[in-house]
Structures are given as structure tokens and as C-alpha cells.
């Protein structure tokens, strides 16, 4: 088993809708949550970060992350067709490396229809 | 200002080939991470370098791949004898700071990797 299970989908929505993304993980070491967005034949862009558990939210954008329930949510008030593209969560412990080190899901696939 | 590029693109080599595979990050940044992505999966950590010290390798599949940044600046991932398992997407990333847990990390857009 991974430690982060994320949904790979394809999510078909129409345009305007609320789309709502998660993963679930496993490792109670993970403190900071992020979320990335990733076009076809692009790298990974970061779309919102959170440290432990709360909401935050951002323009269109609002992440949850449940620590009790290892489970983090992503959010999209008002889908537009440019939101179309693959999701990654992404998370990394807090001391214990000294640096970032990112384990992601596998990303969710968007797409939004005119 | 520019991003991090990566070069070259696309590779196609023949098992048994050695490649080479270039990493240009943000001028100034100090971290530096390389990742495979692996088709329809998220990006698998491969090995950190705080500049020019590599302080991570734990993710590097196997003494095939070998990584460096000798000066703290360009990065070369070399992945000897490839296998078709090697095929993926190799990305790179850069941060600003050292070991700032926080820190925004910025890919470039890859290398494909394809071995026949």
C-alpha cells in the first residue's frame, strides 16, 4: 500500500461546477500539505500549501487537511475549462529529513467542459 | 526570470546505452531535487543536493543512476545500462533555501526518457 492513495480518475465536470479533489494517507509523520497542479508535458506547479490540519483558502481555491482522519481535500468554486489538467497532493514530514522531501499521489486527472 | 529548463526534452536510447540528463535551476537557488514520474504516477523523489553536496540519495532505484552538481549550480542525472523499467519522466526542482521545510519547489518540465 502507498503511503498517499489519490483517486486517479478522470473527473468530467461542466464548467462553473465545484469540484472536489482528495487523498488519503497513511504515514502520521506528514505535517506539511500541498497541493500541485500539472499541465500535459509540463512540470508540477504549486497551487496552495498548509501545514497540519486547517483550511486555507485562496481565490477559487480552498485545501482542508483532517489529520485525525489523514485525509486532505482540494476545492474549485467555479471550474473553468483552464483548470483541466492533473492534480497532484503532495506531502513531506517535518524533522526528520531536514529538507522537503515530497512523496506525492498519484494526481487526479480535471476535465472541465465548456 | 527564467525557470528551471531541462535538457534535453525527449531521449530515446537502446537498453544498454548510458544517459545523460541536464538540469538548469533558478540562478541562486541552494536546493535541488531530482524526481521520476512514472506514466499515469505522481513524481517519485530521487536524490536531494543542498549545493554542491549531496545530502539525499535514498530514492535513486539502483548504483545504475548516479547524480551530481558539481559546483552547485547545473545538475546532471546519469543513468548507466538503461532498462526499459527506466523509462519515465525525469523531473528536476529547485527551492531557494536550505532545508526550509516550507520552501516553494519549482519543476522544470522534464526530461521523457524512453528506452527500447
Known amino acids: 500500500q502507498k503511503e498517499v492513495e489519490q483517486d486517479p480518475g478522470p473527473l468530467s465536470v461542466p464548467e462553473g461546477a465545484i469540484v472536489s479533489l482528495n487523498c488519503t494517507y497513511s504515514n502520521s509523520a506528514f505535517q506539511y500539505f500541498m497541493w500541485y497542479r500539472q499541465y500535459s508535458r509540463k512540470g508540477p506547479e504549486l497551487l496552495m500549501y498548509t501545514y497540519s490540519s486547517g483550511n486555507k483558502e485562496d481565490g477559487r481555491f480552498t485545501a482542508q487537511v483532517d489529520k485525525s482522519s489523514k485525509y486532505i481535500s482540494l476545492f474549485i468554486r467555479d471550474s473553468q475549462p483552464s483548470d483541466s489538467a492533473t492534480y497532484l497532493c503532495?506531502?513531506?514530514?517535518?524533522?526528520?529529513?531536514?529538507?522537503?522531501?515530497?512523496?506525492f499521489g498519484t494526481g487526479t486527472r480535471l476535465l472541465v467542459s465548456p | 526570470g527564467a525557470g528551471v529548463s531541462q535538457s534535453p526534452r525527449y531521449k530515446v536510447a537502446k537498453r544498454g546505452q548510458d544517459v545523460a540528463l541536464r538540469c538548469d535551476p533558478i540562478s541562486g537557488h541552494v536546493s535541488l531535487f531530482w524526481y521520476q514520474q512514472a506514466l499515469g504516477q505522481g513524481p517519485e523523489f530521487l536524490t536531494y543536493?543542498?549545493?554542491?553536496?549531496?545530502?539525499?540519495k535514498s530514492g535513486l532505484p539502483s548504483d545504475r543512476f548516479f547524480a551530481e552538481r558539481p559546483e552547485g549550480s547545473v545538475s546532471t542525472l546519469k543513468i548507466q545500462r538503461t532498462q526499459q523499467e527506466d523509462s519515465a519522466v525525469y523531473l528536476c526542482?529547485?527551492?531557494?533555501?536550505?532545508?526550509?521545510?516550507?520552501?516553494?519547489?519549482?519543476f522544470g518540465p522534464g526530461t521523457r526518457l524512453t528506452v527500447l
Open positions: 543536493f543542498q549545493n554542491e553536496a549531496q545530502l539525499d
Open positions: 503532495a506531502m513531506s514530514e517535518s524533522m526528520n529529513t531536514g529538507f522537503q522531501k515530497l512523496v
Open positions: 526542482a529547485s527551492s531557494p533555501l536550505a532545508g526550509d521545510l516550507t520552501d516553494t519547489q519549482y
